[in-house]
């Protein structure tokens, strides 16, 4: 597929009108919209937005290549805008941006799309190139420069670049979190200073469309030092015993010299694999505890929303529908309470905790992992626990599977060549599941007297007390819109609800509701306030609210975080705040406005959930609309 036929007429803008970064954004993305490339434009928004919190697009060289890949994405396009004076866009190298190429690129099975994408990030490396595009006084004159680059260059990645004979042999990966601009650019970068230092070098590409000059075993044998550049997870384990660099793929673009300098005198720590912890590794990000935590619940949630939800349903046939020995019993409801409490919600810690341990120790953690979760919530101490320690010894069973099986796989790694085969299928599975379910068996018992014992605490917390978690919870949810403390405040609802109370669920997805209705609601109330994008996207945040989907604010906290978010963060807590004061129960984990009618108590307690959260929404709406300035 050719660039110019994802590059149109129609989503070119020779001069951009936009003075900011985020003006910059929505500029673009309004012209994908018009020329009926997207399918959703929130929802794209939001993965363009998502993908500028990792790392800044702007690559330097006057250059800025925000993207995503979406199933927001209809017809996967290139929008191309242009600023003469130059926008702040937090690039790399400090300097404003001119030239701004905004890649959406589609979900699905067929990626010809993404070949070129990667290919419009090598072109853009040549100096002479992005001169023609700057020069360009019209858009028949951009598409004929993209056209005549295309027919220079066919393959962005290039083989071991040629050097003597008696060079030293560096080796590099490239990755970023999407695979389209960052991970070829950088390539590109590290093979043209390579070949100008006089340096072998080769460089496999993890992109969106797979593996591509992929390193052999021999080639890492040879090699004299290794350059990851890289944002995302790429294949480790390989570089066991070898120099490695890991650093961020953003460094590759501006720092190549310095690091092809640094792998050519092996100045680079030796790298030693020990499953999950890189210890030449350079960069920053989430690591240790949230990120295990975070593993283990982004895997266990498909089962507590598909499993809380199913139960809930069940008792629109009667509480006591799923009981053959009840006058309300039917045997439909007696199976979705089968499928969704009997199955998925037993299943709900043991998957915690395998995935827990498998962030920490990768698939051999995996086994032991599950295994102390089943321990966790079958093995009882405490006269009428019936569940175990529960979410408590799940958390608890993952971190201890992973550990342990890091120290097992440490203690036989000076095995015999001959017997390696025997370790990840004999050895790992036995010791592990072995010591952590012998462990677990031991704690399991006074864990799960603890784990009743703050559960009967909260339950019988009651009037300000319970009212004071539910403020606490409810600004919790407004604070990082989707991020660790919102994760936080969302899994400690989960672990009560697998608990038997149904209050702080409720008290979190109502919470959770506000950020997107409060703002939609802003945006009618005080249109002079707003944007004409910021309003448009408004009507979108009623549903993306009503849906309890809290990322929906997103747009609006990144323009003005310093007033969005304490507006939002008050309507959570005041809906936090009545939810907990009207003793609201809901057994759904997840959906919204849709499963109010499960609330327990019926009609009366579900309008006085729905007050709960419309007063929260008007209160972030007003509040918002006292902090945020008048737009002229």
């Not at 702080?504 to 997107?516: D, E």
């Not at 959906?591 to 499960?598: A, M």
Request: charge should be negative.
């Amino acid at each position: 597929m050719k660039i110019t036929e994802l590059l149109k007429q129609e989503t070119i803008i020779l001069d951009l009108q936009a003075k900011t970064k985020e003006n910059v954004l929505t500029e673009l993305i309004d012209q994908l919209d018009r020329a009926g490339k997207l399918a959703d434009k929130q929802k794209f928004t939001e993965g363009i937005l998502g993908r500028e919190e990792q790392s800044t697009t702007g690559i330097g060289e006057g250059i800025a290549i925000p993207h995503a890949k979406s199933a927001a994405v209809k017809v996967p396009s290139i929008a191309f805008g242009r600023s003469t004076e130059g926008i702040d866009y937090d690039s790399l190298d400090g300097q404003p941006a001119h030239l701004f190429f905004m890649i959406a690129a589609s979900d699905g099975a067929n990626n010809a799309h993404l070949e070129a994408l990667s290919r419009l990030s090598t072109f853009l490396m040549d100096e002479k190139f992005r001169g023609k595009i700057y020069d360009a006084t019209s858009v028949e004159q951009i598409l004929e420069a993209v056209n005549q680059k295309e027919a220079e260059l066919e393959e962005p990645e290039q083989p071991i670049t040629e050097a003597p004979a008696d060079s030293k042999k560096i080796l590099a990966v490239t990755a970023c979190p999407t695979g389209i601009a960052h991970t070829y650019m950088a390539a590109e970068k590290l093979n043209e200073t390579a070949k100008e230092m006089g340096i072998n070098i080769k460089v496999e590409t993890n992109g969106s469309s797979g593996v591509k000059n992929r390193l052999t075993d021999q080639e890492i044998e040879e090699a004299d030092a290794i350059i990851v550049a890289a944002d995302t997870k790429v294949e480790m384990a390989r570089f066991n015993g070898k120099h490695v660099i890991q650093t961020p793929v953003g460094k590759a673009l501006h720092e190549s010299e310095s690091l092809l300098t640094r792998a050519a005198k092996q100045d680079a720590p030796v790298y030693k694999h020990e499953g999950g912890k890189d210890e030449s590794s350079e960069k920053g990000g989430k690591s240790g505890f949230y990120k295990h935590l975070m593993n283990g619940v982004s895997n266990m949630l498909p089962f507590v929303v598909g499993g809380g939800i199913l139960i809930a349903l069940s008792f629109f046939w009667g509480v006591e529908s799923s009981d053959p020995t009840s006058d309300e019993y039917n045997a439909f409801a007696a199976m979705l309470n089968a499928i969704g409490g009997d199955k998925a919600f037993f299943l709900m810690v043991p998957v915690l905790a395998g995935f827990i341990a498998s962030s920490i120790a990768e698939r051999p953690g995996f086994a032991p992992g599950m295994v102390g979760g089943l321990i966790a919530v079958t093995v009882s101490g405490a006269e009428g626990a019936d569940g175990g320690s529960g979410f408590l010894g799940g958390l608890i069973a993952g971190f201890l599977a992973g550990y342990v099986t890091l120290f097992v796989k440490k203690a036989f790694s000076k095995l015999p060549d001959a017997l390696e085969g025997l370790k990840p299928v004999l050895f790992f599975p036995l010791f592990s599941i072995a010591i952590t379910g012998i462990i677990m068996m031991l704690i399991n018992p006074p864990l799960t007297q603890v784990y009743t014992g703050i559960s009967s605490f909260l339950e019988g917390m009651g009037g300000t007390n319970q009212v004071l978690v539910g403020i606490i919870l409810g600004a919790m949810m407004g604070f990082d819109l989707g991020g660790p403390i919102n994760k936080a405040a969302y899994t400690f609802g989960i672990a009560m609800l697998d608990a038997g109370n149904y209050s702080f669920i409720a008290t979190v997805m109502a919470a959770g509701m506000v950020p997107p209705l409060g703002m939609a609601i802003a945006t009618t109330l005080f249109k002079n306030k707003f944007t004409k994008q910021e309003r448009e996207a408004g009507k979108t945040a009623y549903v993306l609210g009503a849906c309890f989907i809290t990322e929906g604010v997103i747009p609006f906290a990144a323009a003005d975080p310093a007033r969005v978010i304490p507006s939002v963060m008050a309507g959570g807590a005041v809906t936090g705040a009545l939810t907990m004061l009207f003793d609201i129960g809901l057994r759904a984990p997840h959906g919204g406005v849709f499963v109010i009618g499960l609330v327990e108590g019926g009609l009366a307690k579900g309008l006085l959930y729905l007050l709960a959260i419309v007063v929260g929404a008007v209160v972030a709406a007003l509040v918002a609309g006292v902090l945020k300035k008048r737009i002229a």
